[in-house]
Structures are given as structure tokens and as C-alpha cells.
């Protein structure tokens, strides 16, 4: 069991998968996160009863029965701490003197069964359970929050299940398209969810808030990367009067684009903005964290704010888009409008990560076009 687990190669060997389901899952993972095997069950590609039974099959290691997860006792639960369960993603059903029982995703993570064994003094015994179930024994006997996209996954949903997301959450949605569970921000800004109904902003409504749905759709289309810093400005578009996107120059951020009125699109076109140590714009390289308020007081950033037509007073939005741990866009919003709270800054920072995961993929996509053809 040393072996790193590769249950997609698995499932396509076994003639469960095509090629091609693998390659969606796997994509779906690279933009929406979670393990291989939760996406597969969120296409509909395998069922998550039969993706544990394939699993214990293949590792040799017994399913865990998910009844047994629905009263654990106290007891069992405090043999390992908190800081371990929700490292590991690991969760204790069932002891005895010697043993202990222990649900977990992945058992090949021996790393994982080591130190639970170290630390409840208890040899352990590592049973298969689906990923989704464990988050749901973490949230409840730990008081782990489960991550944003399994919020809504209806575990007692009898039919296989595809992705859909809305609002930056994954949902449940019948093979027969019923749209069930569409958040009222997709309702209210016209995202919409099936086959036969188009998804994306009317023309006419160019101000509307966009859905993280609409977000993903238009980053999946993106063929170049001024696309990606199309959707970026455009998402802002409800929330702030004036944007920008900055990109790294050797030691200086540049503005490739800019929204708002004509004064300040003649003051942002081709403006160069230098980091300096004691400005903002150092802050965030370093910290790669975003900034949301007015600027701190010093000349470097009296001069940045001269330089947007912004005053001291003036409250800026600066967001990191990170590649590589590597800051390498920003976005600058500034004068909120109404839509604005404090609530929506996390909806940017989702933003972002989804973009940087966009810019990443074109980036791979030109490497590839001038790798040189040995076929030849």
C-alpha cells in the first residue's frame, strides 16, 4: 500500500472510465478542487457506493460501513485530536482495547495511519470511505466547516450526479436536468442551468452582477489572455466605478486595462506604477494578500493614488492574481458603488483564483504550441 493511489488510471483500465471522462474529471478537479473520485460521482460517471467498493477491492482494504458513521461515540472520537482528523481528512468510528477503527479517503496514506496510531496508542485498522462523507463526520463530530463546494452535495440523492456551479458551489443535479437548489443570485442576475437554456449576460444588461457559474463559463472559453482580464474587469463592473488590471514589468506593475469614465482611462492608459518598498503595491508582491481600505500614509502612496485620480480619503480594492505563488495580476477597483459590502470581497478573491487557474492553463496551452514536432 506505499504506492501513491491512482484511482483514475485504475477506473480506466477496469474499462470503467474512457480516456476522455478521466480527462473531464480531471479538469473539473484542476478548477473546482476536491479529490478525482468526488468529481467523477459529481459527473455521473461512477456512483460514490461503487467508487468505495472499488477502492477497498483494489487496496484490499475493507469499505467502511456508512451507518456506522452516523453515531460515533464521544468516546472514539476524542482518540485522536481535532488538528490530526482534519489534516489527514481521517475520522475514528469504532475501538476496542487494542484496535481502532479508522475511516479515511485514501488508504495508502500511511503517513496518515502512522500518526493516528502514535497517537491513540491503538493499532489501527484503515477502512475506505468516500470523501464527501468524511467532510460531512468532520463537520459533525469535529465542527470542521465543510469547504464551500460540498455545502450543497445532497448525500441521500439516489441518482448519479453532475457538476453544476453556481455561486461558487457545487450542486446536485438530476440526469434529467430538473434544475434543483439554483441559488437566488442566479435567479435574480438571469444564470440559468440546463441543456437548452443559454447561460451568460444579456447584452442589454451589461451591469448585472455575474454568477460564479457565468464567471467559470467565460474563463473556460477564454482562448487568450486578455479575455481573462476582460471577465476580471467586468465582474467588478457592478461593484466599482473605476478598475484597472495591473501585470508585473520587471520591477514595476503596468495597466493593460482599465474601465470607467474618460478622465480616468486617459490617466490609467499605459501607466506604469513602480514597486517601491514602502508603497502597496510591495505589500501585496510580498504578502500576496489583498488590500481593502484607504492606502497608508506616505509619499509613495500620495503618488500612486495621483497617479488614479484617487485622494488620500479614497477607498482601494487591491487583488492578487497569484501563478506559482508568484503575483502576477492586480486588479485596482476604486469609488464602490451601493452594490458593494464587505461580504462580496470573498466572491473577488474566488474570482481570482479562478482566473489564475485560466491564465495558468494558456500559458501551458502556448508552451505546448512551441514545443518542437519530432515527428519528423
Known amino acids: 500500500m506505499s504506492k501513491k493511489l491512482r484511482i483514475g488510471e485504475l ?6 472510465l474512457s480516456r476522455a471522462q478521466l480527462e473531464e474529471a480531471l479538469n473539473a478537479q484542476l478548477i473546482y478542487g476536491g479529490k478525482l473520485g468526488t468529481n467523477l460521482v459529481e ?3 461512477v456512483t460514490e457506493e461503487f467508487l468505495t467498493s472499488f477502492l477497498s477491492k483494489q487496496c484490499n482494504v475493507p469499505a467502511v460501513d456508512t451507518e456506522k458513521l452516523n453515531d460515533i461515540p464521544q468516546e472514539v472520537i476524542d482518540s485522536i485530536p481535532r488538528e490530526l482528523a482534519e489534516r489527514h481528512k481521517v475520522v475514528p468510528f469504532r475501538k476496542d482495547k487494542r484496535r481502532l477503527d479508522l475511516a479515511l479517503i485514501d488508504p495508502t496514506n500511511l503517513k496518515a495511519i502512522d500518526e493516528v496510531a502514535f497517537k491513540s496508542g491503538r493499532m489501527v485498522r484503515p477502512h475506505v470511505a468516500a470523501e464527501v462523507a468524511i467532510l460531512r463526520c468532520l463537520e459533525r463530530y469535529y465542527q470542521i466547516p465543510k469547504p464551500r463546494r460540498y455545502i450543497h452535495i445532497d448525500l441521500d440523492h439516489k441518482e448519479p450526479a453532475r457538476l453544476d456551479v453556481s455561486a461558487g458551489l457545487a450542486l446536485p443535479v438530476a440526469p434529467t436536468h430538473e434544475i434543483r437548489g439554483i441559488d437566488e443570485q442566479t435567479q435574480r442576475s438571469g444564470g440559468t442551468i440546463g441543456d437548452d437554456i443559454p447561460i451568460g449576460l444579456p447584452d442589454a444588461f451589461p451591469d448585472r452582477p455575474m454568477t460564479m457559474l457565468q464567471v467559470v463559463c467565460e474563463l473556460q472559453a477564454a482562448e487568450k489572455n486578455r479575455e481573462v482580464i476582460d471577465v476580471i474587469l467586468r465582474f467588478g463592473r457592478p461593484f466599482f466605478s473605476h478598475r484597472s488590471v495591473l501585470t508585473l514589468r520587471a520591477d514595476a506593475f503596468e495597466v493593460v486595462a482599465s474601465e470607467g469614465d474618460r478622465a480616468y482611462l486617459e490617466r490609467t492608459k499605459k501607466l506604469s506604477v513602480p514597486i517601491e518598498e514602502a508603497n502597496v ?5 510580498t504578502s500576496r494578500h489583498y488590500h481593502l481600505g484607504t492606502l497608508p500614509a506616505n509619499p509613495e502612496n500620495f503618488h500612486i493614488l495621483e497617479q488614479f485620480g484617487e485622494q488620500p480619503s479614497s477607498v ?4 492578487p492574481l497569484l501563478s506559482n505563488q508568484r503575483v502576477e495580476l492586480i486588479l ?8 458593494f459590502t464587505l461580504d462580496h470581497v470573498r466572491q473577488f478573491q474566488m474570482l481570482m483564483e479562478k482566473a489564475s487557474l485560466a491564465h495558468q492553463i494558456l500559458l501551458l496551452k502556448t508552451r505546448l504550441r512551441l514545443l518542437p514536432d519530432d515527428s519528423h
Open 43 to 45: 459527473h455521473g460517471f
Open 316 to 319: 482601494l480594492l487591491l487583488l
Open 281 to 285: 503595491l510591495h505589500s501585496i508582491v
Open 332 to 339: 485596482c477597483a476604486s469609488r464602490s458603488t451601493q452594490n
Open 11 to 16: 477506473l480506466v483500465k477496469a474499462g470503467i
